[in-house]
Structure formats: structure tokens, C-alpha cells
Nanobody
Framework: QVQLVESGGGLVQAGGSLRLSCAAS????????RGWFRQAPGKEREFVGA???????????YYTDSVKGRFTISRDNAKNTVYLQMNSLKPEDTAVYYC???????????????WGQGTQVTVSS
């Protein structure tokens, strides 16, 4: 099993920045991809971005179009932690943000094996 714990959510004004963290523990050697998703009230959970997590130096990232150029995913192998740096935030970015992990490659589908509990991000106009 893999446990994921998000942190860093909060309230920010439009145009501001936040950085979310997702710390993993347990059988993390089984994980290849770490992803971020979000779910706004009354909407389905949607993909934000993902990064490969193979323990190698190089990694690949993949973002949904609405966050490209504003959000950046990075990783710290030593801390088993993935970060979501969110800049130029907009009110429509308001949602509960979830980190996830899967044993397969990059994917924007919900077919991740493990999920965190979520952290609220609220962007005021």
C-alpha cells in the first residue's frame, strides 16, 4: 500500500500563488507516475497534471491545457514528495485538489491506484 498526504491548500486572491505538497509513504517503489487532480463543487474530478516517478534523474510531465504555463509539477525523490506550484491563480481554479499515484505511465484518466484525502484551494476574485 501507498499512503499520500497533501498539504498547502488555502485561500488566495486571484493572480496569487500557492504550492501544494504530496508526501508519499509505504511501498513507494511500486509507483511510476504521480498526478494531481481537482474537483470543484458540482463538477466531476478532473486531471491537472502528472509527473513520472521512476527514481531516475529525468522525468516527464503532462498538464491539462487550462493550467499550462501557470502550474508546474516537480518532485523531490529524497523526500518522496511531489509539488504542485500554482501561479497566476484564477477563481475557476477553486477546487479540492487531490494527489494520486499509479503503477503505470502518465495518464489523465482517473485510473490511479492511490489517492490522497484532498486539500482545499480557494481563489477569490
Amino acid at each position: 500500500q501507498v499512503q499520500l498526504v497533501e498539504s498547502g491548500g488555502g485561500l488566495v486572491q486571484a493572480g496569487g500563488s500557492l504550492r501544494l505538497s504530496c508526501a508519499a509513504s509505504g511501498r513507494t517503489f511500486s509507483i511510476y507516475t504521480r498526478g494531481w487532480f481537482r474537483q470543484a463543487p458540482g463538477k466531476e474530478r478532473e486531471f491537472v497534471g502528472a509527473i513520472t516517478w521512476s527514481g531516475l534523474t529525468d522525468s516527464s510531465t503532462y498538464y491539462t491545457d487550462s493550467v499550462k504555463g501557470r502550474f508546474t509539477i516537480s518532485r523531490d525523490n529524497a523526500k518522496n514528495t511531489v509539488y504542485l506550484q500554482m501561479n497566476s491563480l484564477k477563481p475557476e481554479d477553486t477546487a479540492v485538489y487531490y494527489c494520486a499515484a499509479r503503477r503505470g505511465g502518465l495518464s489523465s484518466d482517473l485510473n490511479y491506484n492511490y489517492w490522497g484525502q484532498g486539500t482545499q484551494v480557494t481563489v477569490s476574485s
